[in-house]
């Protein structure tokens, strides 16, 4: 069966600090892979998704980046946080675009 | 950008009672998903309705689409206190990616 994996399940960064945040899925191969953020009582917000090892679709244009240096690896980055990076971070993955997407359990991220 | 929007915001129902929520979107769909989210942790998906489909049942669950209205509703029937949770509706318009909505919160008293 399939797993994934986030880590850190908390963190406490202070701002201008770096930031990274991996995510591993297990027991499936090529899937697309997601990073969300989720404001406290709210939606989620889609940052980045990738569709293979190395293709990263940004979709909101900040601080943060992300990359995939291996097929289940997903990394979320950024060199100085901000303020407003604070939140819940979520990592997804599916077995084709518009699939049924899995969750992690999360990183709740504050920035001080 | 948030395509689906799920009303009411908020919802609280006395356990035993039936829980309805709605998500309206703005185009085109290939199919409409529901996923639930307890305080905290990662959202685990309910039930997907393909556009094609009218309605679908997973036990306590019913989704009904209706795209010429571009909506769709989740129906908990004999809700429990561990039905407290947000739930999402997220929609597939062939781009890559889901869209998803702010959410209802339901709270169920026991």
């Known amino acids: 069966s399939q797993t994934i994996h986030q880590w850190p399940a908390t963190l406490v960064q202070p701002v201008g600090s770096p930031l990274s945040l991996e995510c591993t899925v297990e027991?499936?191969?090529?899937?697309?892979l997601y990073w969300y953020r989720q404001a406290a009582g709210r939606g989620l917000q889609l940052l980045f998704y990738?569709?293979?090892?190395?293709?990263i679709s940004s979709e909101v244009p900040q601080n943060l980046s992300a990359s995939r240096p291996q097929d289940r690896q997903f990394i979320l980055s950024s060199k100085k946080l901000l303020l407003s990076d604070s939140g819940f971070y979520l990592c997804?993955?599916?077995?084709?675009?518009?699939?049924?997407?899995?969750f992690g359990p999360g990183t709740r991220l504050t920035v001080l | 950008s948030q395509q689906g929007e799920e009303d009411p915001q908020a919802l609280s129902i006395q356990e035993g009672e039936n829980a309805t929520m709605n998500c309206s979107y703005k185009?085109?769909?290939?199919?409409l998903q529901w996923y639930r989210q307890n305080s905290g942790r990662g959202l685990v998906h309910l039930i997907l309705?393909?556009?094609?489909?009218r309605e679908k049942h997973s036990g306590r669950l019913r989704v009904t689409l209706d795209t010429s209205k571009k909506s769709s509703s989740l129906l908990i029937t004999a809700s429990r206190a561990a039905d407290t949770a947000s739930y999402f509706c997220?929609?597939?318009?062939?781009?890559?990616?889901?869209?998803f909505g702010a959410g209802t919160t339901v709270t169920v008293r026991a």
């Open positions: 997804a993955w599916s077995k084709m675009a518009g699939d049924t997407q899995y």
């Open positions: 027991g499936t191969s090529n899937p697309n």
């Open positions: 990738s569709v293979g090892i190395g293709q």
């Open positions: 185009t085109s769909i290939n199919n």
């Open positions: 309705i393909r556009s094609n489909e």
């Open positions: 997220a929609t597939d318009a062939n781009d890559y990616k889901l869209s």
